[in-house]
């Protein structure tokens, strides 16, 4: 029972401890992000995580009785990223940045035909991409609070597709699709100072703007389709300095 007792003391005296030292940290504020605010530029790299599929818009050819195909579907698939960060600020809450980055994304197409013997035909294409992004963003980050900023994102994105010229090549896809492509993306996160690095996770939604089909009026597959617009989810992690 003393031994008991002994260890409960000791368990509370050092959660009373560990309690009040970081009240006191909080209170008094370490502010790393002061460092951080002397530099007018500095570099970095990110590692994320994306999910990506298409907008489709259908043809009239879709909409025809004499239409083969009932329903067309696009399903999103996962893929990572990994880049560089440039970051340069423009005053106190405002920052240009580059971020050169290399993106690995699967998509998918799923055509359904006309039912056979009440059972539907599905063909499906899968899209396996490797881009090289080069995103440009403004960023408005919020006052410092202690040690974390909060900030939104906006800009454009240019993208090409390494792996898509291949893919041609082997005419073996449903639907042909363009290598290059524009985005306008948006996002928000976090950042966090600590005493060597920055630490900013982020999610940022990416909307294509240019048409990405290739036109094959002569492919069934291709003919339902009026045009193909990617589309993309990003969680990323910043680690800046």
Not at 183 to 196: D, I, L, M, T
Request: positive net charge.
């Amino acid at each position: 029972m003393h031994n008991l007792c002994r260890r409960k003391t000791i368990i509370l005296t050092s959660l009373l401890i560990i309690f009040f030292s970081v009240n006191t940290w909080a209170q008094a504020g370490n502010y790393n992000y002061r460092d951080f605010q002397r530099k007018p530029y500095y570099f970095g790299i990110t590692l994320g995580y994306n999910s990506s599929d298409y907008k489709i818009f259908r043809s009239k050819e879709f909409q025809s009785e004499s239409n083969e195909i009932d329903i067309i579907k696009d399903i999103n698939g996962p893929g990572f990223n990994l880049g560089i960060v440039t970051n340069l600020k423009v005053g106190e809450y405002f920052d240009f940045r580059f971020l050169p980055t290399l993106s690995f994304a699967e998509r998918n197409i799923s055509y359904i035909s006309n039912f056979v013997d009440g059972l539907p035909v599905t063909s499906d294409q899968k899209l396996e991409s490797v881009y090289v992004e080069l995103p440009f963003h403004a960023r408005y980050k919020s006052a410092p609070y202690k040690d974390m900023r909060l900030f939104v994102i906006a800009g454009i994105k240019y993208s090409f597709d390494v792996a898509g010229e291949s893919r041609r090549q082997r005419d073996l896809s449903l639907v042909k699709l363009a290598s290059a492509d524009f985005s306008v993306e948006v996002g928000a996160g976090v950042q966090f100072f600590f005493p060597f690095f920055i630490f900013s996770p982020e999610f940022k939604i990416s909307q294509g703007i240019s048409n990405i089909l290739i036109s094959e009026p002569t492919k069934v597959q291709a003919s339902v389709i009026e045009k193909i617009l990617n589309r993309t989810f990003t969680i990323s992690l910043h680690f800046e300095g």
